[in-house]
């Protein structure tokens, strides 16, 4: 399990974007980075810079992944035919704690990947406690009968700041999900723009 080491919400400050949309983002309210010089402003990014922030933003939306992590799944996405970028997406969505968040199972990432962690959840009627397991056209993904009940997840679903993307089938009623297709980059439903192909030339270069 990937430990978190920094608070959730300085991604937000740090890229000076409201990253997954929440109401509770520190952005709302402070449109500034975090620290002593938070709000100096800020020179042009260069190439190099603008490449980076774009693969911290990416990395940082998925719960912080480790850049270790990270780079391994960018590989992964390099050796599959098509488009690099693309693959990329496909495959971080295919993550099962991705999974998780984006059926409004739990309300936060960081939340999808500790709710995993701890047993909650089936895939196709086995328990799978690891958050990067990968998902497959047609598997159904659901929360234990013994974990429906769990404040986390009642009050998730009746969130309205989010919804659930076409290529999941989602039945909060049993709190299933069947995973319908991997998706593009155009059929994920971030809060900003996220821009893979930066990504792609980031690692092309280091």
């Known amino acids: 399990m990937t430990k978190r080491t920094s608070a959730k919400y300085k991604i937000d400050r740090r890229m000076g974007e409201n990253i997954w949309g929440r109401a509770k983002s520190p952005l709302n309210k402070r449109e500034y980075g975090p620290g002593q010089h938070g709000q100096r402003r800020k020179g042009k990014l260069s190439d190099f810079g603008t490449q980076l922030r774009a693969k911290q933003k990416l990395k940082g939306y998925y719960g912080d992944l480790t850049e270790k992590q990270f780079r391994r799944i960018y590989a992964e996405a390099e050796r599959v035919k098509g488009d690099t970028g693309e693959n990329l997406i496909?495959?971080?969505?295919?993550?099962?704690?991705?999974?998780?968040?984006?059926?409004?199972?739990?309300?936060?990432?960081?939340?999808?990947?500790?709710?995993?962690?701890?047993?909650?959840?089936?895939?196709?009627?086995?328990?799978?406690?690891?958050?990067?397991?990968?998902v497959k056209e047609g598997d159904v993904i659901a929360v234990r009968d013994k974990s429906k009940q769990l404040a986390i997840v009642l009050e998730s679903v009746q969130l309205t700041e989010r919804d659930v993307p076409d290529y999941l089938e989602v039945d909060h009623s049993k709190m299933t999900a069947t995973f319908v297709r991997t998706p593009a980059l155009a059929d994920v439903p971030y809060a900003v723009q996220m821009e893979p192909n930066l990504v792609v030339e980031y690692y092309a270069k280091n």
């Open 90 to 134: 496909g495959l971080l969505e295919r993550r099962l704690d991705a999974v998780i968040y984006r059926a409004k199972f739990v309300p936060t990432v960081f939340a999808a990947r500790q709710f995993v962690n701890h047993g909650h959840v089936t895939v196709n009627g086995d328990r799978v406690n690891i958050a990067s397991y990968r």
